[in-house]
């Protein structure tokens, strides 16, 4: 499943909104095709030049979700460390779950941080996945291709409390490693968070149906470059 859904559906199903992530991704629009404009190789795939590209989702997905279903969102970009953590704590003591995005290349290092509440076949096949396909990507260095949702924090002991879609219960991971994994890219240090607010009657579903439909037909006809 991905992961931006995941995390979007247990921020609404922490509020009452029982919506699953295969139902938002129908919301948030995500039938799309975006233009790429590569002038030189990407990754390892041997692609020059416009090209087009067939998505089933965009990095705007969760920002849809929110205008479709009637939800208010905050998104952030934050100068600094300091800065994130602050916000992230003002976020969760007033009992806001917050999502946040992470570079996976430098989330790998964040593996050994975990307290492992889960069986070690998992252990093995996310160490497999992390080293093998994400270390190995130069690409994933200077991107993000990661989102999990922040539910907690102690300060005493240094640790953070995720809702990480990769398992089925809460993780907690130290403090420093998941600042470093939220810093941003080895170009551009940035700490990005975005948490929502659900007004007591968001639009009913045939509404919220209509609006990603209506959205997805000018996304369509209007396709981004990249």
């Known amino acids: 499943l991905d992961c931006t859904l995941v995390s979007v559906s247990n921020i609404f199903s922490y509020y009452g909104l029982k919506y699953s992530p295969d139902l938002l991704l129908g919301i948030g629009c995500g039938l799309s095709f975006i233009y790429l404009n590569r ?13 087009w590209m067939v998505s089933g989702k965009t990095s705007d997905i969760h920002r849809h979700i929110a205008v479709n279903l009637g939800v208010h969102y905050h998104e952030e970009t934050h100068p600094s460390e300091d800065a994130a953590w602050t916000y992230l704590k003002w976020a969760i003591d007033r009992g806001r779950p917050v999502m946040v995005k992470i570079n996976l290349y430098t989330y790998a290092d964040c593996l050994e941080g975990f307290n492992l509440y889960r069986s070690d076949q998992s252990l093995d096949e996310l160490n497999s996945y992390l080293t093998e396909r994400i270390r190995q990507d130069p690409l994933f260095k200077n991107n993000y ?6 539910v907690g924090y102690d300060e005493e002991k240094g640790v953070v409390y995720l809702s990480e879609n990769f398992f ?8 420093d490693l998941f600042m470093q994994a939220i810093r941003g890219t080895q170009n551009k240090l940035f700490y990005t968070t975005v948490d929502f ?16 439909i209506k959205m997805n037909v000018f996304l369509m006809k209007n396709p981004p470059i990249a």
């Open 39 to 51: 002038t030189k190789p990407m990754s390892k795939m041997n692609l020059e030049g416009i090209i």
């Open 168 to 175: 089925n219960n809460i993780q907690e991971v130290p403090r």
């Open 145 to 150: 291709y990661h989102t999990t949702v922040v």
């Open 197 to 212: 607010f659900l007004p007591r009657e968001p639009f009913p579903l045939d509404v919220a149906i209509y609006n990603s």
